[in-house]
């Protein structure tokens, strides 16, 4: 399956689905739909007969079940069809290394873009791998689109193969997850699973049954406009408070200074005028008190950046994204430990891990459908370092067609 799984990536990641924040729409970018159509015709043609997108811009479709038990719960695998937007997705160029045998990768279309052995360590374990990246001037994509080719090869090579008994099978194929909008708009009656798979995390053999909670906040800052020639005294500038409350903003709590389980808070969009300006920004943590905490620290230092601006008025509002999903995926334990022992039957062993942010399956846990996370196999994903193995995304594929086989037997 290696061939075919690696074909489908590659036909997947040279179509532009970046999606876009800014945007009201659903899907945010009508470009998503070109992949979903493709998507479509594929299901179609290896025998799905119910496979469609719906207006909204999500892929639904069924592999029947083949099994003469009654009780085998309705299994969903999910993966998303956009692209983050944070490097550009447009004309991906792959690149296959056949047969890598160790070393830095340079990426053609960029001499200062590598990928370098010391940087990359799973790399020292893909000796003998097809690695595949982009051209070092686009992502690759393989965040979400090596999951979209895992779950379509492995429903292809369950239809192909029907001595594999299973039960009901529902694929749902989501956009716009990378800007937090994955399931907004998902019929999950319509759906009809019990649990499911999302397939969209990194290392190869990793099962993570827990994200971060999430939310949004947007600060929105009303200034004191005057001609800058009479503003002494007068003038309060938007832009200037704007810029020291960012600057007050804790460095011990960034991104780029946490790991592990700590949380953080971070700035991603300032923009404004001297009389108005916005500061756009997520807070993450493992724990919901987490979040109110940090959340109380920030709009604190707005209240104290605007004490001397006495003549300036600002708004705090704060937006619930997503929840952790384990508070679900604990009342259910044998969703995660039946991927665990199909994970162990692909020949691999079992890596459970906690996502430093969030998956499709973060909404869906609080939706009613619980939704651990599976490798898809990418690495240095939203970065034109990405890169993938196509042995990983075999892998992945021998996953799903194991956890399917699992939940019939066990029925």
Same mark, same amino acid.
């Given at each position: 399956?290696? &061939?075919?799984?690696? &074909?489908?990536?590659?036909?997947?990641?040279?179509?532009?689905?970046?999606?876009?924040?800014?945007?009201?729409?659903?899907?945010?970018?009508?470009?998503?739909?070109?992949?979903?159509?493709?998507?479509?015709?594929?299901?179609?043609?290896?025998?799905?007969?119910?496979?469609?997108?719906?207006?909204?811009?999500?892929?639904? /479709?069924?592999?029947?079940?083949?099994?003469?038990?009654?009780?085998?719960?309705?299994?969903?695998?999910?993966?998303?069809?956009?692209?983050?937007?944070?490097?550009? =997705?447009?004309?991906?160029?792959?690149?296959?290394?056949?047969?890598?045998?160790?070393?830095?990768?340079?990426?053609?279309?960029?001499?200062?873009? $590598?990928?370098?052995?010391?940087?990359?360590?799973?790399?020292?374990?893909?000796?003998?791998? &097809?690695?595949?990246?982009?051209?070092?001037?686009?992502?690759?994509?393989?965040?979400?689109? #090596?999951?979209?080719?895992?779950?379509?090869?492995?429903?292809?090579?369950?239809?192909?193969?029907?001595?594999?008994?299973?039960?009901?099978?529902?694929?749902?194929?989501?956009?716009?997850?990378?800007? /937090?909008?994955?399931?907004?708009?998902?019929?999950?009656?319509?759906?009809?699973?019990?649990?499911?798979?999302?397939?969209?995390?990194?290392?190869?053999?990793?099962?993570? @049954?827990?994200?971060?909670?999430?939310d949004g906040v947007e600060i929105a800052i009303t200034g004191v406009a005057i001609h800058p020639?009479?503003?002494?005294?007068?003038?309060?500038?938007?832009?200037?408070?704007?810029?020291?409350?960012?600057?007050?903003?804790?460095?011990?709590?960034?991104?780029?200074?946490?790991?592990?389980?700590?949380?953080?808070?971070?700035?991603?969009?300032?923009?404004?005028?001297?009389?108005?300006?916005?500061?756009?920004?997520?807070?993450? @943590?493992?724990?919901?008190?987490?979040?109110?905490?940090?959340?109380?620290?920030?709009?604190?230092?707005?209240?104290?950046?605007?004490? &001397?601006?006495?003549?300036?008025?600002?708004?705090?509002?704060?937006?619930?994204?997503?929840?952790?999903?384990?508070?679900?995926?604990?009342?259910?334990?044998?969703? $995660?430990?039946?991927?665990?022992?199909?994970?162990?039957?692909?020949?691999?062993?079992?890596?459970?891990?906690?996502?430093?942010? =969030?998956?499709?399956?973060?909404?869906?846990?609080?939706?009613?459908?619980?939704?651990?996370?599976?490798?898809?196999? =990418?690495?240095?994903?939203?970065?034109?370092?990405?890169?993938?193995?196509?042995?990983?995304?075999?892998?992945? $594929?021998?996953?799903?067609?194991?956890? #399917?086989?699992?939940?019939?037997?066990?029925?």
């Amino acid at each position: 399956m290696t &061939d075919t799984v690696t &074909d489908r990536f590659l036909r997947y990641v040279v179509i532009d689905t970046q999606s876009d924040a800014s945007s009201p729409t659903q899907p945010s970018t009508s470009k998503q739909l070109t992949l979903g159509r493709v998507l479509v015709a594929e299901l179609l043609e290896i025998g799905l007969s119910d496979a469609h997108l719906d207006e909204h811009g999500y892929v639904y /479709a069924t592999v029947p079940s083949n099994t003469g038990k009654n009780n085998v719960p309705v299994v969903c695998f999910c993966a998303h069809m956009d692209t983050a937007p944070d490097f550009s =997705g447009t004309d991906v160029k792959p690149q296959v290394i056949r047969n890598y045998q160790g070393g830095d990768i340079a990426l053609p279309g960029h001499a200062g873009r $590598v990928i370098r052995e010391s940087e990359h360590r799973e790399l020292k374990n893909q000796i003998g791998h &097809d690695i595949i990246t982009s051209d070092g001037t686009t992502l690759l994509g393989a965040d979400d689109k #090596a999951g979209l080719a895992e779950i379509v090869t492995a429903a292809k090579y369950l239809i192909d193969n029907p001595d594999i008994k299973h039960g009901a099978i529902r694929l749902l194929f989501t956009p716009d997850e990378e800007i /937090a909008r994955g399931v907004e708009k998902v019929d999950i009656q319509k759906l009809g699973a019990d649990f499911g798979y999302t397939l969209d995390g990194e290392t190869v053999g990793t099962i993570e @049954d827990e994200t971060f909670s999430a939310d949004g906040v947007e600060i929105a800052i009303t200034g004191v406009a005057i001609h800058p020639g009479f503003a002494y005294g007068r003038m309060e500038n938007a832009i200037r408070i704007a810029g020291a409350i960012v600057d007050r903003l804790p460095k011990h709590m960034a991104p780029e200074t946490t790991k592990g389980r700590d949380g953080f808070i971070h700035p991603t969009d300032l923009s404004g005028s001297m009389e108005k300006a916005k500061i756009s920004l997520i807070i993450r @943590d493992f724990a919901d008190e987490g979040l109110k905490t940090k959340e109380t620290l920030l709009e604190d230092i707005v209240k104290d950046v605007m004490h &001397d601006y006495p003549g300036s008025t600002y708004t705090f509002t704060v937006i619930e994204q997503y929840r952790n999903m384990k508070l679900v995926l604990d009342r259910h334990p044998e969703i $995660v430990e039946n991927a665990i022992d199909a994970i162990k039957r692909a020949g691999l062993t079992p890596k459970r891990g906690s996502i430093r942010g =969030g998956t499709d399956g973060s909404r869906l846990s609080f939706m009613g459908l619980p939704c651990p996370n599976i490798f898809a196999g =990418g690495h240095a994903f939203h970065s034109p370092l990405e890169w993938v193995s196509s042995q990983d995304m075999e892998k992945a $594929v021998d996953t799903i067609v194991e956890l #399917a086989k699992l939940w019939e037997e066990r029925a």
